[in-house]
């Protein structure tokens, strides 16, 4: 059982790519948005402040509205692809799923549940913070995925 609970976030700045994308693209996507996005950063003199996020903007189908970055301390500068956004703050569901992330719809089905148990209606927006850097971290059953969902 994952550890779920509801708490209150601050609103923070973020740097990223948002795209409608195949859900078999998703890899692909997010290796090119974090890419980039840390490309313009480097440029604009600006260093991430959080680990890499992925944002869906509504349910998953065969393609997904998606966006794809890093927080930032400010709004900076728009570059190509690259634009400043935000991740809401309020009351969110929160998650921390322990796992590779090809395991994650357990956790969504947890979460899911808790939603129903708590009698607490989700916003149709959420977002995934990876905590782990599979880079540094090879064993996917060691991987730390922070998961927000808004509440409505």
Request: proline letters at 10%.
């Amino acid at each position: 059982m994952t550890d779920i609970r509801l708490t209150q976030l601050s609103e923070k700045h973020t740097a990223g790519i948002r795209e409608r994308v195949p859900m078999t693209g998703l890899t692909d996507f997010f290796s090119r948005a974090f890419e980039e996005t840390m490309r313009v950063l480097q440029a604009q003199g600006v260093s991430p402040t959080g680990a890499p996020f992925g944002r869906y903007h509504g349910r998953p189908g065969d393609t997904v509205d998606v966006e794809a970055g890093f927080p930032v301390d400010s709004p900076i500068t728009p570059d190509g692809p690259v634009a400043p956004g935000s991740l809401p703050g309020g009351r969110v569901v929160e998650a921390i799923h322990i796992g590779s992330y090809d395991t994650l719809e357990r956790t969504y089905s947890e979460l899911e549940r808790y939603f129903v148990d708590a009698d607490v209606t989700p916003g149709d927006v959420m977002w995934e913070s990876y905590l782990t850097d599979p880079g540094a971290e090879p064993d996917p059953e060691k991987w730390h995925t922070q998961i927000c969902w808004p509440t409505a």
